[in-house]
Nanobody
Framework: QVQLAESGGASVMFGGSLRLSCAAS???????MGWFRQAPGKEREAIAT???????DYADSVEGRFTISKDTGKPIVYLEMRYLEPGDTAMYYC??????????????????WGHGTPVTVAS
């Protein structure tokens, strides 16, 4: 059974840092992987992707503060988050895209989703 499990969400203060993990089971996340978030009352937002070659892409809202990466030895994808702001408060999800041709910042392109991990940033 293929699945994704996010972890690492927490409540932090403004300016703090967190590292989220996305553990894959039943497959190795070597293709396109992405991180997304959804704040209460808002649409799901694509925030970071990493493709098969390791190339990354970020939403403007997190560029320079968040870093997506893949573990070199384990089936885990990380999201390092720094300089967190109250506007980063959301449920964070990771997702996998089965096809490798593109790796877009677009949630509709992704096929397998985790259940999410919550992040709250207090001012």
């Amino acid at each position: 059974q293929v699945q994704l499990a996010e972890s690492g969400g927490a409540s932090v203060m403004f300016g703090g840092s967190l590292r989220l993990s996305c553990a894959a089971s039943g497959f190795y996340p070597s293709n396109c992987m992405g991180w997304f978030r959804q704040a209460p009352g808002k649409e799901r937002e694509a925030i970071a992707t990493i493709d098969r070659s390791g190339a990354t892409d970020y939403a403007d809202s997190v560029e320079g503060r968040f870093t997506i990466s893949k573990d070199t030895g384990k089936p885990i994808v990380y999201l390092e988050m720094r300089y967190l702001e109250p506007g980063d408060t959301a449920m964070y999800y990771c997702a996998a895209k089965w096809t490798t041709k593109t790796c877009p910042l677009y949630s509709g392109a992704f096929n397998l989703w985790g259940h999410g991990t919550p992040v709250t940033v207090a001012s």
